[in-house]
């Protein structure tokens, strides 16, 4: 199972408390993946899709809270992919489909007009803190979905409308995030790519399970990428030291071979003696073999004096 489905399935078993959150959740469903349905004998339904049986059992149990109104599941076995299920949730009584379109503000209550429909985040249905969450909970359950925080962190909303996908921006944003909007293709995204952000939002829409493991994640993530650092970096250093040495000790074979190891003088012949024994030492384990020994910044200018009587010899 995806890490979106795991997060789906949880946020979908969470208790239906008030009127006005399951209110703001339908409403956001309905514009994130519901359709309506005109027939020609002027009859007029809602459809939600959705290939999760959980989410379907939700919006069935959200109609049910709010409505007196009979709703018709039916399954489908998808023709394409993978051939999931794709399980329909219908309401076809006409009066009643009105009355949620009107509820939720997505057809305006005078004209009854299925065919100009409003795809703005009404402000009476996100007044209360509590309904701004369960409106963000069923835009992720309608068009949400998340990465394997294992791979990369990347959380989105397929809009197919630019007003929602704006209005759900500055929603998220209230919360204190910083989603950003992108076209692909024919729809709108509203994504995040932060791993705080991220957790922000499993912690808004009541994913408590899923924001568990997911700090889990990201923990296990930054201790690797930290070793990860500490292990270059000493590779690094490593590769310097060694580069470092050979130069060195190639200098003093160059003095050794034109005049001998007597031509230096005894400071740079003691230095110069100690890094043929050590080829492997650092500058700071040869100021400490030195009678008296010398700071790291010493040794380095002696080697620079030794490199300096190499290149005129060698010239």
Wanted: net charge positive; charged share 30%.
């Amino acid at each position: 199972m995806s890490f979106s489905s795991e997060v789906k399935n949880e946020i979908s078993h969470l208790p239906i408390e008030n009127d006005c959150c399951a209110l703001a959740e339908l409403s956001s469903l309905i514009r994130m993946s519901g359709s309506i349905k005109y027939s020609g004998d002027h009859s007029i339904s809602i459809i939600f899709s959705t290939e999760n049986a959980a989410i379907a059992r939700r919006i069935f149990s959200i109609l049910k809270k709010i409505y007196d109104v009979d709703v018709e599941v039916s399954v489908r076995k998808n023709k394409q992919l993978k051939k999931n299920n794709n399980y329909l949730v219908a309401i076809n009584n006409t009066e009643m489909a009105i009355k949620i379109l009107t509820d939720t503000g997505f057809i305006g209550t005078k004209d009854y007009n299925i065919f100009n429909p409003n795809y703005k985040i009404p402000k009476w249905i996100v007044e209360k803190k509590c309904c701004k969450r369960s409106y963000i909970r069923g835009a992720f359950l309608g068009g949400g979905s998340m990465n394997n925080p294992e791979k990369s962190y990347h959380l989105e909303f397929v809009n197919t409308d630019y007003q929602h996908a704006r209005d759900l921006q500055k929603l998220i944003n209230s919360f204190g995030s910083n989603s950003k909007t992108i076209k692909r293709k024919e729809f709108i995204i509203v994504y995040l790519k932060e791993a705080e952000k991220i957790s922000d939002i499993l912690n808004i829409i009541g994913a408590h399970q899923a924001l568990l493991k997911f700090e889990e994640i990201r923990v296990l993530k930054d201790v690797r990428n930290n070793i990860n650092r500490i292990v270059n970096c000493e590779t690094a250093n490593l590769e310097k030291t060694v580069e470092a040495s050979m130069r060195q000790i190639e200098a003093i074979k160059i003095i050794k071979d034109k005049k001998g190891i007597n031509y230096l003088p005894k400071q740079l012949r003691d230095v110069a003696e100690i890094r043929l024994l050590y080829p492997d030492a650092t500058l700071k384990e040869i100021g400490e073999k030195l009678d008296p020994p010398i700071g790291k910044s010493g040794v380095n200018h002696r080697f620079k004096k030794i490199q300096e009587i190499a290149d005129e010899l060698k010239e």
